[in-house]
């Protein structure tokens, strides 16, 4: 691993709640997909977009990426024949990289820690990959990223496993099932980077109205 990608990995894997994140991104941009699939080899994104395909079968329904950093889960899912991906993320320099791969149908700069600025129930599926954990979405955030799905639609969230444990999400996603907002289809364990030690979890789960 190079003396950059080590360095801007610490950096980005130590922050705490309540940190923001935008900065570290806004320097990484221009050499995050070089990092994170090169010298990394990161998976999730073409993870993310298999289990969307495996349930969706039509290629024009509207998916929402959350965190959608420099594009890899919208180029993903291009790849699988999505045709209609927006994406929000809260820096402007991943946008730009996100812009160039002219994956997207709209870009939209937001933080996702506060009331999103989209419409409720207007999306069929949502992606929200690495984008959960500290000086990112935490688990409080997670029941405001499903108003803008329809009910029935599916959220695939990929995230770092230490997180998933100190994070509270394991207890915050078990809770929204036990409260009827959404039914867990898969929730698995896998490395997500085959040239490091990273375990994480995916999760795929489909809204359901609250009861
Ligand atoms: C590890 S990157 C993942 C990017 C992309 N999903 C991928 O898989 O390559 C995390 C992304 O989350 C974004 N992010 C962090 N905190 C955020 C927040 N509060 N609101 C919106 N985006 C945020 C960062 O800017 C960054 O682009």
Not at 112 to 131: E, K, P, W
Request: glycine share 10%; hydrophobic share 35%; net charge negative.
């Amino acid at each position: 691993m190079g003396n950059d990608s080590d360095e801007i990995l610490s950096r980005v894997s130590h922050l705490e709640d309540g940190d923001s994140s935008r900065d570290i991104y806004d320097d990484w941009s221009g050499n995050y997909d070089d990092h994170l699939i090169d010298e990394f080899g990161y998976i999730s994104p073409e993870i993310a977009a298999q289990a969307l395909s495996d349930e969706i079968d039509a290629p024009q329904v509207a998916i929402i990426d959350y965190g959608c950093g420099t594009g890899l889960v919208g180029q993903a899912l291009n790849q699988q024949g999505f045709t209609t991906v927006d994406g929000i993320d809260i820096s402007q320099g991943m946008l730009d990289e996100a812009r160039k791969k002219q994956v997207y149908r709209s870009l939209l700069c937001g933080d996702l820690t506060t009331t999103i600025a989209l419409d409720d129930a207007s999306y069929d599926a949502a992606t929200c990959i690495g984008s959960m954990g500290a000086g990112h979405v935490g688990a409080q955030h997670v029941p405001e990223l499903l108003r803008p799905l329809k009910a029935g639609g599916l959220f695939v969230v990929i995230m770092n496993g230490a997180y998933y444990e100190s994070g509270g999400f394991e207890q915050v996603f078990r809770r929204m099932e036990n409260d009827g907002l959404w039914r867990i289809q898969r929730l698995e364990q896998f490395n997500y980077m085959t040239e490091l030690e990273r375990p994480g979890w995916l999760l795929v789960a489909a809204k359901q109205l609250a009861r």
